[in-house]
């Protein structure tokens, strides 16, 4: 799931708190907000018709013994005009019993995969959650002593640039097995407040060659002069998002210990 400074965009539409400020920028994380809303207003509305049907269901019960009644005096002697119909009579609504099931079966069947949809988010935010525990409890170790560049808040700790951003140029370089590549920086991690544009040099042997528009989010260790880390894909890039933004607070405090 999408995420802005922690905040995930399908508990911002259950909870429908204020969205943080900037959030509105990013493209991805609004459109999965937007997303989360819709699914939502469908589901109350499906489980509005629910509580219709079954109160329409309520009231037809309800009518079938008057309708029998009128029926047993007719056959004391009490006799209708034929082809009339009293001025003050309501038409009685009916609804047939098959048709209502039919009806029902439709919308519980609506809201049970709505539900799947909401329990599949738990899981995959329980998920995540232990990998973000599982990172935070490996920072406590590096902490102690055990060794920063072991954890992920150590991982940071030696990193010199996490960024995200989108491939703005690809410059060969002549005599070298390396490309010069521009971006344009759209977040940065490391250093906090970095420039709106980096470069760096990219082994022309790495795979998948990058490519100009492309969205990647980008690391290099302290000693480094070429990526150790390339990411493209919005659920890639989304999940290696989550756990540096938990591990980024940890990583301050601690020194690069390679």
Known sequence: MAEYEGVDALLAAITDEPL??????????????RSAAADLALLRE????I????????????AAPSRKGRRTRKS????????????????????????????????VTAVV???????????????????NDSAKSSGADAKDGAGASLSAPGYLACSRLVVEGTVAEI???PGADQDRITLDVTRS???????????????????????KGQQVLVAIRHDAVVPDKW????????????????????????????
């Open 20 to 33: 943080p400020e900037g959030a509105h920028e990013d493209a991805e994380f609004m459109a999965e907000h």
């Open 76 to 107: 004391r002697g009490t006799r209708q005009p034929r082809n009339r119909r009293p001025a003050a009579a309501p038409k009685q609504r009916s609804r047939h019993p098959g048709a209502l099931a039919v009806t029902l079966g439709t919308l």
């Open 171 to 173: 410059e060969p370089l």
């Open 231 to 258: 990411v493209t894909g919005k659920k890639d890039i989304a999940a290696e998002r989550r756990w540096i933004v938990d591990a980024l607070p940890q990583s301050r405090a601690l020194d690069c210990e390679e």
């Open 189 to 211: 991690y490391k250093p906090a407040k970095g420039k709106a544009q980096v470069t760096f040099l990219f082994d022309e042997a790495v795979g998948p060659r990058p490519h």
């Open 46 to 49: 499906q489980l509005a018709l």
């Open 51 to 62: 509580g219709d049907t079954l109160a329409d269901g309520a009231e037809t019960t309800e």
């Open 113 to 131: 995969a709505l539900m799947v949809v909401g329990m599949g988010w738990l899981i995959v935010q329980g998920g995540a959650g232990g990998a």
